[in-house]
């Protein structure tokens, strides 16, 4: 069990290796370049020439790339003083340090704005997993106990409108209506404490929630439709039991297993940041901050954001494989 | 499944169309105002933007959003007035030699810093040596490439700038290697304004951003707003009018929208081109609208050493066949038709000036002469491959790339757009021998006629990466004008030779003029004095606020009993 263990966190370190690789080397190969991005289009070359000295960017790839991944994780004094030259742009664990850089843009260390974004990414994430979830569960649960009614088809066509619909329809028109006309909820931002930040956060969650749902409550309706016509759900019934323990008990359960995935994955996914979304209500969390790294060609931010999404995503697989064995006896064996 | 799909998403398009978020509906009416004729201290001033600033230290701030802080944080000797002007700030006075060799700078007395400190001629010695220093991420260090000693300071040959001498403790001069004419206006941008003791001689990433400007930094929240509160050691009596002032950063721009017309905003200048037509078409907002006066010049820039634009018969057509009345449909609030380089603030909008006009007659001669004649009945001839525009995605230039495409075919040039990233596409288009013709803009720098010609037709401003030049178009004749102009102190003289050189690039057309660009902004009445600036864009410095005492206190009351404040009220105490 434990070499299982081991094995599948090595493959995880693997992925996320892989994957920071590869995008270095994309970045690096675009026809682009970072130094006028942070010069400005109307820059004069001797300046973009001097940034690009600056950033280390007139250095071979693979000089680049060298010192990318030594400086990744190394050892160093236990204190960090943020203006050492050597060491200003590290977040340390004692002696463990980890460099991801200074952002070109924002001349700020990347491990300091990843620390400051990550948190409202993984609210964001996690709300929103939830709300589709629970909505997702509910509406598949009905969908599927009144099969072939009108509340059926109803139920099945507004999740095809939510599928159908992109997040910034949704995310706009709940802004509208709810925000703009109603006044019952800020209409972006993140506000500036507990309170704010809670009543920030309903909008995009619920776009996002609402989004999600549709495709669970499909997924959940199909599956318990299946479910429901298994020996052991009919065995349950021919020994007496309710339907509603029946549903609960015995169909819902298996039917969770294909959920439990998709959950896994979307919050994988998310962890990464939802970024038309947070765009959309000034979320400022990963998703946001990526898609501007992505247009300015900040190297190290995008490096940055791709470790955290491999890395959110990666672990979500783990913990997925871990609740089969939870709902799935048979997984344990 | 895919048609029922594509159904619904039609019908969620209808239903944007249709003006189910307010497009169609007519503006809201303006807040009310009060009517105080003369300007009154106090509130806060709340503006908004999409877009994000990256720094707050003049030395590396190069773009126009963080500049509207900076203008506000940092003061310099010199300014710019409204009309582009350069214009006395910290001092009180400047002077320059007979020959235009040395501007001297005489101080204000009893100026200061933010913290405190008082402005000295050491200090702004110290801010032009911190900002021009080889460690500092530059920005436009180029415009002052000829300060006595700048070569050596940069090549770190010298521990200081020669040509920045102190004269006393009030007193600065600037010398120069050579005349120019246009070193004020470059003097009075913003790098080089002066910075706090505390940011030290040597740029640092990590310092707290502070000057000697109207209003001082109170918070900066990074990718989210930045509060500024009014400096009361400025040194103008009575300014500037405001309390403070929020800028919020990240906003999209139907929500920007949505918190203007609900009093949230103060300004809104980044509008949807329905909206502009929302605005422009109510009769209560049209006096509250505005177009910025800063320019931006468009165009198309055709590499001269790329066939077909090897040939400047060729180009001609190009600068003959675009109907600039066309494209300026493609954005009517935004566009202004431009037949030469130097826009109407600069040349003084001559009309009879010959510039680059459309006349399609000409554009076919034009073709016949450089050898590939074009048949419109047959549409047999023209240049017999297809060229590869290069474009980026944004509204307007992929828009306008079209029109060109189908302008252009009129004549026998059969356009291939190529849409690419924006960051692609400035690496790609001021690579040398990569792009044979593309849209190309240019926004003022500083209000002087070099800064549309140097950097982007001058020989010296070729390279073969970063290209400004990106046509890299040549011409020894043009290169003299512009070297003499520059040096050239008296303004009637100066402005002949621009025109002579704007002649000439319209003649060897390396670009085809098209349309100047300005952003247009809509206030809420409440806002006075709200200036159009021709260099500074949400200039802000001289407006107040004029609200009606009753308004502000129902407004607190309908907030108090909004459910937002009760649900937020909950979770306060929750907290």
Known sequence: MIERVLKRIAWAVFVVWATTTVTFFINNVLPSDPARMVAGPQARPKDVERIRAQLGLDRPVLVQYGRFMRRLMHVGPSHVDPRDPEHGSCANLGPLHVDLGKSYQQRRPVVTILAERLPRTLLLAVAAVLIQTLLGVLTGLIAAAKRNTALDHFTVGASLVGISAPTFIIGLLLQFVLAYKLRLLPLDGYGDDLAEHAMSLVLPALTLGIYGAAYYTRVVRDELITAVKQDHVRTARAKGLGVVRVWLRHALRNALVPLVTLVGLDLGALVGGAIVTETLFRWPGLGALSVTALLDRDGPVILGTVIVSSAGIVLANLLVDASYALLDPRVRR | MRSIRRKTEAAFGALLAAGAFGCREPPPAPLPHGSSPAPVRGGEMHLASFGDIKSLDPAVAGDTLTGEVIELMYAGLVDFDAQGHVVPDLAERFERSDDGLVYRFFLREGIRFHDGSPVTARDVKRSIERTLHPDTPPTFSAFYDRIVGFDDYQGRRADHLAGVVVEGERVVAIH????????????????????????????????????????????????????????????????????????????????????????????????????????????????????????????????????????????????????????????????????????????????????????????????????????????????????????????????TAQVIQQQLARIGLRLEIRMVSYPTYLAMSKRRGTVAITNSGWSQDFPDASDFFEPIFATAAINDEDSNNGSFYSNPKLDDILVRARKELDPAVRKRLYDDADAIVCDDAPWAMEYLYRYYGVHQPYVRDLAQHNVWSNYVRDAWLDKPPARTSSARASVRLAPRSLLGSILAVLE
């Open chain 2, 176 to 399: 120069l290697r050579e005349p120019d004419a246009s070193f004020l206006a470059a003097f009075a941008m913003q790098n080089l304004r002066p910075v706090c003791p505390s940011a030290g001689d040597r740029y640092d990433d990590t310092w707290q951003p502070c000057g000697a400007g109207p209003f001082k930094l109170e918070a900066w929240d990074r990718g989210r707003s930045v509060r500024l509160v009014r400096f009361d050691g400025w040194w103008q009596p009575g300014k500037p009018y405001f309390d403070a002032l929020t800028y919020t950063y990240g906003m999209n721009m139907s929500t920007e929208r949505f918190k203007f017309e609900r009093g949230d905003l103060d300004v809104d200048r980044e509008l949807l081109l329905a909206d502009i037509f929302r605005y422009q078409g109510d009769p209560r907002w049209k006096p509250l609208g505005a177009y910025d006066a800063a320019p931006s010049i468009g165009g198309e820039e055709m590499n001269v050493e790329i066939a077909p634009f090897d040939n400047v018969e060729v180009r001609r057509a190009v600068a003959c066949a675009i109907d600039r009345e066309q494209i300026r449909m493609v954005k009517p609030p935004a566009l202004t038709p431009l037949y030469r380089v130097l826009p109407p603030t600069l040349s003084g909008d001559d009309p009879s000036f010959p510039g680059q006009k459309y006349d399609y007659a000409a554009a076919l001669e034009h073709m016949r002469r450089a050898g590939y004649p074009y048949d419109p009945a047959t549409g047999k001839g023209g240049w017999p491959k297809p060229i590869v525009y290069v474009t980026y995605k944004q509204g307007l230039v992929e828009y």
